[in-house]
């Protein structure tokens, strides 16, 4: 079997694509940033896991260890929406021959204000704070899948991810 690592955008979708997909292994990058935020002094703390040159390094180094030692597929939801660490972690994980997936799927602004509201009140401020910056930056990102998501089930985007990985 083929390994692959499948990047996309939604937290909503990424249990129904690890339950879909036989084998594979829900790989969140956020937890990185966690990381860095409990061990940090607070004084030099970046307000965003993406502006952390670690945060990108590492995120493509335990990818790789994952895709060296585990024979499934990595499936990884998160929001890449700057520049720096869609280029430093896409082509870290494209000179590493491993096969990747991306997937944009895209919500209306108030779609995102509203599955928002479901998450913490400090992920919800934060959100809020940069919806604008982050719809703004997937103009820019160049972008191998979109997907619109606006009115899908998770259940009906992770069967097309399925699809167009399969193909």
Request: charged share 35%; proline share 5%.
């Amino acid at each position: 079997m083929d390994k692959r690592c499948i990047w996309s955008r939604e937290n909503d979708n990424r249990r129904n694509s690890s339950e879909q997909i036989e084998h594979s292994y829900l790989y969140d990058p956020e937890n990185i940033g966690d990381f860095l935020r409990q061990n940090l002094p607070k004084e030099i703390q970046k307000g965003d896991f993406q502006d952390y040159y670690e945060w990108r390094a590492w995120n493509v180094h335990v990818l790789k260890k994952i895709d060296e030692e585990y024979d499934g597929d990595i499936i990884a939801p998160m929001t890449l929406y700057k520049q720096p660490a869609y280029d430093e972690i896409f082509i870290g994980l494209k000179e590493a021959k491993i096969e990747l997936h991306h997937f944009q799927l895209e919500v209306s602004k108030e779609t995102i204000l509203n599955r928002l509201k479901e998450r913490p009140p400090e992920i919800i401020r934060w959100g809020a704070e940069r919806v604008d910056q982050i719809i703004e930056a997937f103009q820019e990102v160049p972008l191998e899948e979109k997907i619109n998501n606006e009115s899908r089930t998770p259940e009906e985007v992770a069967q097309i991810i399925l699809n167009r990985v399969n193909k």
